[in-house]
């Protein structure tokens, strides 16, 4: 397994009068006093609606869950309760109606926005009991997806987002010549324009690629660094780069406000850890991606931001999820665990939002409620 090297550094705010936690002393997750999450939503099958594979997912100012089921091809709605309130999109080509593939987005002042193959954007407004509806097409059609994939909100008018990342030549890529790609954020417009170009760039790990029968598979390798951008309660955002154990505050126009270096202690990657993240790779794949695993991991897999708390995604196991919460000061407070099926979405004031894939059950989505 290749080494991991991260960069331990002493916490410290630039551009501040004063710095926040001036001590050496590493972090360890599992030493952090643990606090209760409680499940309040469950929001799955009901009224002859039985989910297929969710894939997205909005949430409403009144706290409305809107999905995107791959399965049925549709757009499904449920109440904060998890009560199925009915669909809201199907499959079809006209106005308001959704192709084999589409993909949902917060276009922002509450209004949910589809994107059918083909580049067609529907708008999704609510009426006064809040139920969502066509309302209009925004950018007709363009003929292609390989524009720019939206990232989140910036204002009633623009996004930040990537361009859609295709791969034109599989043969060139199935030696798996590199660990990672640059991913670059931009801002566009809701015609899909580019507003500013390449205002961050980020490092995104690639797939394994393994030919199979005249085609190819690809599987994630574990534990890789994985750069995220996410936007912040103050109207900016941050950079999230775990390869260099440090969180970048930019205000919203691209300039560097401050920056918090994480001192985590190191963890090492056993066999448990490789037997259930590689738990649905075939041998093959298996015996191919183990050697592109580091010895560590990284201090953080993913990372969310709320008004108060920084919530981290620290690890991926059989017993669930480990969450740890951290203030914007870089004071580490607590952690806490969720199921093993979850994968968050959202996180708004101390909720935890997530997409359940019970392999048993079927999918649904969760609301959790952290006890801080």
């Not at 407004?125 to 139920?131: L, Q, T």
């Not at 994985?226 to 999230?240: E, K, L, Q, S």
């Amino acid at each position: 397994m290749k080494k991991l090297l991260l960069s331990i550094t002493v916490l410290a705010v630039l551009n501040s009068c004063g710095s926040a936690g001036d001590s050496d002393e590493l972090i360890s997750y599992d030493e952090l006093p643990e606090i209760d999450v409680t499940l309040i939503t469950d929001a799955g099958e009901g009224a002859g609606y039985f989910p297929g594979r969710i894939s997205g997912l909005f949430i409403s100012s009144r706290g409305d869950l809107l999905v995107s089921d791959m399965g049925s091809n549709t757009v499904e709605q449920f109440s904060p309760d998890g009560d199925y309130l009915g669909t809201v999109a199907e499959r079809g080509s006209g106005p308001g109606e959704v192709s084999g593939f589409f993909q949902i987005y917060d276009a922002g002042s509450d209004t949910l926005m589809v994107e059918s193959q083909g580049g067609r954007r529907d708008l999704f407004y609510p009426d006064n009991s809040g139920v969502y509806n066509y309302t209009r097409n925004l950018a007709g059609e363009s003929g292609t997806m390989e524009g720019f994939v939206l990232s989140s909100v910036r204002s009633d008018t623009e996004f930040y987002a990537t361009r859609r990342r295709v791969i034109r030549n599989p043969d060139q890529m199935m030696n798996n010549p590199n660990d990672y790609h640059n991913t670059y954020m931009h801002v566009v417009d809701r015609n899909n324009k580019a507003v500013a170009d390449s205002i961050q760039r980020l490092q995104t790990p690639e797939w394994h690629m393994l030919s199979v029968g005249g085609g190819f598979t690809m599987h994630e390798v574990p534990f890789r660094n994985h750069d995220r951008f996410v936007t912040v309660p103050n109207g900016g955002y941050m950079i999230a780069r775990p390869a260099d154990s440090q969180l970048l505050f930019f205000d919203d126009q691209h300039e560097l406000q401050s920056t918090l270096s994480l001192n985590i202690a190191e963890r090492s990657i056993g066999r448990a850890d490789l037997d259930h993240t590689l738990t649905n790779a075939s041998s093959e794949m298996r015996r191919a991606i183990e050697p592109r695993v580091y010895d560590t991991k990284p201090p953080f897999l993913n990372i969310w931001a709320s008004e108060e708390w920084i919530w981290l995604q620290t690890d991926n196991s059989e017993v669930g999820k480990q969450m740890v919460l951290m203030d914007y000061d870089g004071n580490f407070h607590s952690r806490f665990l969720i199921s093993e099926f979850d994968e968050v979405q959202r996180i708004r004031g101390n909720r935890i939002y997530t997409i359940h894939r019970n392999p048993d059950l079927g999918d649904s989505v969760r609301i959790y409620e952290a006890d801080v």
